[in-house]
């Protein structure tokens, strides 16, 4: 297995080197034969890329610990899910599926631009080998996944207790991946066109698609990575601004960014050079994110442990830094604007508000993050930037950002009628206007989570409005008329409905950071307490011997005041061979508005006594509900829609009546 693998790596860093000089010679010196070449290339590096891959998952479920890597990772009493998961549990591996996701862009996009290609393809076909080629550098240099060992071992050690505590470990990372890598198309794309030369607009229309599934793709790998923290590792909490958690955050700012903005320059031929410049910092942003997490760097329960890639790593980063931006700088003068802002209160403002408002974000995360590196290297002084200071500093601009998403549809492109806009701003306002005076009257007594809950009635209610008014009018348009609306404006309802989403996450992250409940406690068995209006009994420990863990089991029966048993939660503690503590696992109720949230920390007297967290949390299931709609909204937005040649000449009248009368125009 390992001289198999071994050998399609190598195999698969000819086929990348080769496409990319292939596609470069190919579009220099006008030759498309060559750039046919690597087109086709692109398939065969996929499949090479899955045999690599499922190379070392044969090697893991059938235990081969000949393979330094799986003995380090799995071993015999591992459940055959968990060791199907560890192709990803460390940096060997997971770089594995890395090229394999990569690999698959890259044969997607060769497929995409199979007829129709722009001129600046064959660039951005050789930029994506030559990214390809990078990742196959690591993994037959220093990364080395198919090394073996002189003396295997009976049995490996396992995978990290964390990476089989939950079955979210199987989705949480391939999302993610498929969100940061799939950034390098974007990528490609905008240096193709600088390198070119000329299409520095039609680029923009070409990759808006590809950034769309992208950024679904990692909204939902960031939803999950928070149900994941929320649901293992039994601090009561979904997001605890760990540096890595923030590194996977700044892409997604900019790439949002970035899908707002690139509508500025398709309609108004504006932000050319902004739009550039965002798709080369959002890559060097995942780039930078694979350094501090795979570059032993970082100190983090998602990072991962020492390897020797870091500074491979540094020198890529370094290069997509002084590369993207110095060709930035080399076809500034092709990249001014053709049209400048007609009026403050337009489309176009707000869309640039909305850019310097993510901007802001990405520039305050990724502050609190280096900062502790930067000084840790002058000084060789450890310091912590914990989450006072992302919240006290984020807050503002997630505020100022509700605003502006629940004001920006209802706004014209170019000059707008003062009159109009107030008038269509009346029910959203006075929706806002209603729900903060009610949250202050009913005890929220915090500022910005008054401001929070009236800012998402705004966003909820004014983008809600204007999918409701393009559905009525749509409805004019005879049989079948709204589902025609509905496809004709599908980019536009799309963009509302990740706004609504955006309105849920409000909601959850407002109610839960500022209602909750929580206290601590420790109890002896049958010893109980009173906890949120319930009564909480502990009923002594529970023992399971299981063939890859023990578990123990902390089970607490609820009642309310009145003695009506409500249930019974379980939390445990898992203890793994291959880990120096116990994991927890909270038990949660999870409810529409509330959800009561269990979690065992310690154990005393072998069982006797435990000592438990218990949380009333509010809201957190509207994030989730608001995350999936966000996510599903990207998707409908990127999902091609094929066109009947000539058009329906009443789609188009339903449609144009429809753009009208929500102020699409």
């Known amino acids: 297995m390992g001289q198999l693998g071994t050998y399609a790596l190598l195999f698969g860093l000819v086929l990348s080197g080769y496409g990319m000089v292939a596609a470069a010679v190919g579009a220099k010196a006008d030759r498309p034969a060559l750039v046919e070449s690597a087109r086709a290339t692109a398939f065969g590096l996929f499949a090479t890329m899955a045999v690599v891959n499922a190379t070392m998952l044969v090697a893991l479920l059938n235990n081969d610990f000949t393979l330094r890597y799986v003995a380090d990772n799995s071993s015999r009493e591992t459940p055959s899910f968990y060791k199907a998961l560890s192709l990803w549990a460390a940096d060997d591996g997971s770089l594995l599926l890395w090229n394999l996701i990569l690999a698959g ?13 722009p001129p600046t393809f064959p660039y951005a076909l050789s930029v994506l080998f030559a990214v390809q080629v990078f990742y196959l550098i690591l993994v037959n240099g220093p990364a080395r996944p198919f090394a073996s060992l002189a003396n295997p071992p009976m049995d490996g050690s396992g995978p990290a207790p964390l990476l089989q505590n939950h079955p979210l470990m199987a989705v949480h990372p391939p999302f993610l991946y498929l969100g940061f890598i799939g950034f390098t198309v974007p990528f490609a794309f905008g240096i193709a066109a600088l390198l070119a030369g000329h299409g520095l607009d039609q680029w923009v229309s070409l990759i808006r698609r590809w950034t769309l599934v992208v950024w679904s793709f990692l909204t939902v790998g960031l939803l999950l990575g928070a149900l994941w923290s929320y649901s293992v590792l039994g601090w009561g909490g979904y997001w605890a601004w760990d540096p890595v958690e923030n590194v996977a955050l700044l892409p997604w700012l900019l790439s949002t960014a970035f899908l707002h903005s690139a509508m500025l320059q398709e309609r108004r031929g504006m932000a050319r050079l902004w739009n550039i410049a965002l798709v080369i910092g959002a890559f060097a942003l995942m780039t930078f994110g694979t350094f501090l997490t795979r570059g032993s760097v970082l100190s983090s329960i998602h990072a991962f442990a020492q390897t020797p890639v870091g500074p491979v790593y540094l020198s890529f980063l370094t290069l997509v830094l002084l590369g993207g931006f110095g060709l930035l700088v080399w076809r500034l003068p092709a990249l001014q604007a053709q049209s400048r802002l007609d009026s403050a209160l337009s489309r176009e403002a707000a869309f640039v508000g909305n850019n310097m408002l993510l901007l802001a974000a990405t520039a305050i995360v990724l502050l609190g993050t280096v900062f502790p590196l930067v000084v840790e ?26 605003l502006l998403a629940g004001t920006a549809p209802l706004l014209p492109w170019r000059a707008t009628n003062r009159s109009r806009a107030l008038r269509r701003l009346r029910v959203p306002a006075s929706a806002a206007a209603l729900v903060t005076i009610a949250a202050a009257v009913v005890g929220v007594h915090q500022v910005a989570a008054v401001a929070g809950f009236g800012l998402a009635t705004l966003v909820l209610v004014g983008n809600g409005q204007e999918i409701a008014a393009g559905l009525a009018i749509g409805r004019r348009g005879g049989r079948g008329g709204v589902l025609r609306a509905l496809l004709r404006g599908r980019r536009r309802y799309a963009g509302l409905t990740v706004h609504v989403g955006l309105a849920l996450v409000a909601v959850g992250i407002t109610a839960s950071a500022n209602l909750g409940q929580q206290t601590e ?4 068995t049958g010893e109980s307490t009173t906890f949120a209006g319930q009564v909480m009994r502990y009923e002594g420990l529970q023992t399971d ?14 009642t309310t005041s009145r003695g009506d048993r409500t249930g019974t939660f379980n939390p445990r503690m898992n203890l793994y061979p291959a880990a120096s503590e116990p994991i927890g696992s909270p038990s949660i109720d999870r409810e ?9 920390i310690s154990l005393q007297d072998n069982g006797g006594s435990a000592t438990f967290r218990l949380y009333r949390n509010p809201g957190v299931n509207w994030l989730w509900l608001g995350g999936l709609v966000m996510a599903f909204g990207g998707a409908v937005a990127a999902w091609p829609v094929r066109r009947k040649a000539g058009g329906d000449a009443g789609v188009d009248a339903v449609h144009k009546r429809t753009v009208v009368g929500v102020g699409a125009a």
């Open 545 to 558: 011997q299981q063939p890859h863990r023990i578990v123990l089991t902390a089970p607490v029966s609820v």
């Open 105 to 117: 862009y890259l044969a997607a996009v060769a497929l995409r631009f199979r007829r129709d290609r």
């Open 592 to 600: 529409i508005v509330w959800d009561l949230y269990i979690s065992v």
């Open 377 to 402: 290297a002058v000084s060789g002084e450890q310091v912590t930037v914990g989450g006072p200071y992302f919240r006290s500093s984020i807050a503002p601009v997630f505020l100022l950002l509700l």
């Open 521 to 524: 406690v420790t109890l002896k």
